[in-house]
């Protein structure tokens, strides 16, 4: 099961990037279901409760669910130029459509309407409406004034959000997605359309006929004739997102390399403590793996011989420092999770058997 996205190789080439605040607040927000939220993240979690009010914090918090998949699409209104600015967001989600507004609540919520296309993606009314979640009562709270007011409180609590949470750090988050996005850029240009999407996300899949995303249910968006919007975003993990709503280009939202950056308050470069615990090469590998790289590739890009990097891997892998999949013919190497708390300068997080294993 999944969305099923066909199109050509030439449709595919003519996609563009955006950033857009609306995804890096969303981000923030689905941190409240994790334990262990990246820092940055758990930075913006403590700046909004500490500074916005309760209400609107919980009917963000009402509609961007900690772990349940769909978020209501009105919330990231794909951008009309390369770079959104907070004030253009949230005026297009103010004024999002009533009748928009409403199929997106009734795709989230039990209770409200049950949509047959929708359903039937599911495989019936049954299956969707175990798979939605119930209404909370803060969101419950503010559609009681109806869905035109409803769109404009739900703006008014992202521009909130945004200032509390995010101002403090927005230069340093464009500085993190603008390089993501200058290195999808060069990667197309060197090796075609096909390199925009090969190292996005494991559950995403380009077959000859067009592009495939893994859920739990069946969608087909067939009119991507003008390629994809790819909006890059600081969240926790390796899934996509995606919105799609027909005639607009559908837009796939993906986590970015190089996170880690924004979390070191000080901007030191902790590869040196890194190299003392773990030796200079592997730091070094740990380092260069802000994308999936092969054997091959890493030995070029830090000179060294294919056995070395091949022995070096192996230990980093073991250690549980990097994770390998297939990508095509080739094995591919990327860092684990607890390898970008240590290049955050995140080493006193390690237990004494973490630091040892992976010496």
Known sequence: MGVYI???LESLGRSRFSITP?????????AYGSARPSRHLARWRTRAERS????????????????????????SPPPARSRAS?????????????????YHLDIAYKGRRIRPDVADSFGGDGPFDAWRRELPPAVEAALASGPATFAARVADAMAAYFTAAIEPDWADVLDVLQADVAYRGARMARLGAIALLDDLSPDVRWDSHGLRLSRPFNVLVDWADDGLLLIPSTADGRRVSFCAERPVTPSV???????????TSDRHDPRPAVADLIGETRAGLLASLDH?????????????????????????????LVH??????????E?????????????????????????
């Not at 998949?69 to 919330?75: E, K, M, R, S």
């Not at 890493?298 to 250690?319: C, D, M, N, Q, W």
């Not at 390998?324 to 190497?333: F, K, P, Q």
């Open 6 to 8: 066909p199109m050509s």
């Open 52 to 75: 916005m009010s309760g209400p609107q914090l919980a009917l963000l918090r009402g509609l961007v669910p900690d772990s349940h998949a769909y978020v209501p699409d009105f919330l």
């Open 324 to 333: 390998r999949r297939r990508l095509g013919r080739t094995v591919v190497y």
């Open 86 to 102: 907070i004030e253009e967001t949230v005026a297009q989600v103010a004024a999002t459509p009533v009748d928009e507004v409403a």
């Open 292 to 320: 999936p790289r092969s054997t091959g590739e890493l030995s070029r890009a830090r000179s060294l011989a294919p056995a070395t990097v091949s022995y070096h891997l192996g230990i980093l892998h073991r250690s549980g």
């Open 335 to 359: 860092r684990a999770p607890i390898a970008d708390d240590l290049l955050s300068g995140e080493v006193g997080s390690w237990t004494a058997g973490e630091a040892a294993q992976a010496n």
């Open 22 to 30: 609306s995804v890096e607040i969303i981000a923030g927000l689905r």
């Open 253 to 263: 939202i993906y986590p970015v390399r190089g996170v880690w950056r924004l979390w």
